[in-house]
């Protein structure tokens, strides 16, 4: 059964994520903060991992879920023993309840999707030979949950409906310090890297710089730190024509590199990382709040490039503004699996 998920974005595949706020209630439902997705808690408890938090908030959105009428919990059933979809990474919660239901298939999500709390969307729908799915989904935690999906899976049991209801939620993991630019770094170095831009005059506007001042340099490995981990998973992503802006990180003067990043200007924005000579888990570009890291960088070190690395020579506005919505709508959507049932 193929799970349609959608809608996607002009030609760049990949949808934004939603910025609504969520407010979870229902039957069992806890106190939830809607920007954090996390219970509130006090000011001396520990800070929760992001396994922790998504652990917690498997459980809450299972607890949001609507019973319908009649409804009565069960034991795993034969026929649902498998998710109608699964995020594909091991920074998984997921939580699976079984039910049977009076009524037929169709009817039955039809009441869940008239019942959902608020703050859910339908983000896709699917169906098989006597099966009916819906997956709904929840906006993500910026740097900390990625995916927050609420999954229904319905098919017919012996005149009623049985369903199997999954609440998946994908974390991304914490960077620990080793793969963190180190905080003495003194001087970086940036250099934009063209790709398939043919055009000549690029390479005379854009040109690579040195950043020294200490308080721009600790602007840029700051910006540089509080990236995330790019999200485990498959993606559809624009085309990568090869523009890149590079940037290298050095503690002292003729030095060895203490850290390098490269930064794409397509794709879905995966920054390869080095720290001490070793490769190091992708980062994403885009930062919690602001503009991606490129604009930041050259921002922050009050330098222009007038042609952006890699973008090909565009024969007519059209095609110029086509291009520019599809960069200005990129943007992807997430240790070890923790199944709580």
Do not use: K
Request: aromatic share 6%.
């Amino acid at each position: 059964m193929t799970i349609l998920r959608g809608p996607l974005r002009f030609s760049c595949l990949l949808s934004a994520a939603a910025c609504a706020a969520v407010v979870l209630s229902g039957c069992g439902s806890q106190p939830f903060n809607a920007r954090t997705g996390a219970a509130p808690t006090s000011s001396a408890a520990p800070a929760a991992s992001p396994r922790q938090r998504a652990i917690a908030d498997a459980a809450r959105i299972m607890a949001s879920f609507p019973r319908p009428p009649g409804a009565a919990r069960t034991g795993s059933i034969a026929s649902l023993t498998q998710p109608a979809a699964r995020p594909a990474t091991p920074d998984l919660a997921s939580l699976t309840w079984w039910w049977r239901v009076p009524g037929q298939p169709p009817g039955v999500l039809a009441w869940i999707r008239a019942h959902l709390p608020s703050g859910f969307t339908q983000a896709g729908t699917g169906s098989g030979p006597g099966s009916w799915t819906n997956v709904f989904a929840l906006p993500a935690v910026p740097g900390v949950l990625t995916e927050r999906e609420l999954t229904v899976l319905a098919v017919r049991d012996r005149g009623q409906t049985a369903i199997r209801v999954d609440a998946q939620v994908v974390w991304l993991p914490a960077r620990p310090a080793a793969e963190r630019v180190p905080p003495d770094v003194t001087r970086i170095i940036v250099t934009p890297v063209f790709g398939y831009n043919p055009n000549p005059g690029a390479r005379r506007l854009d040109h690579a710089f040195t950043v020294t001042d200490p308080a721009r340099v600790a602007r840029i490995v700051a910006v540089v730190n509080g990236l995330t981990r790019f999200p485990d998973g498959t993606f559809s992503c624009p085309a990568e024509l090869g523009g890149q802006m590079r940037l290298t990180f050095f503690t002292r003067p003729g030095g060895p590199v203490a850290a390098r990043l490269t930064v794409p200007y397509g794709g879905c924005g995966v920054v390869s990382v080095r720290v001490g000579g070793r490769d190091m888990p992708a980062l994403s570009e885009y930062p919690e709040s602001g503009p991606r890291l490129p604009q930041q960088v050259l921002a922050i070190a009050g330098v222009s490039w007038p042609v952006e690395p890699g973008t090909p020579q565009l024969p007519d506005a059209v095609t110029r503004a086509a291009w520019s919505a599809c960069r200005a709508e990129r943007r992807p959507a997430s240790g070890s699996n923790a199944d709580l049932g």
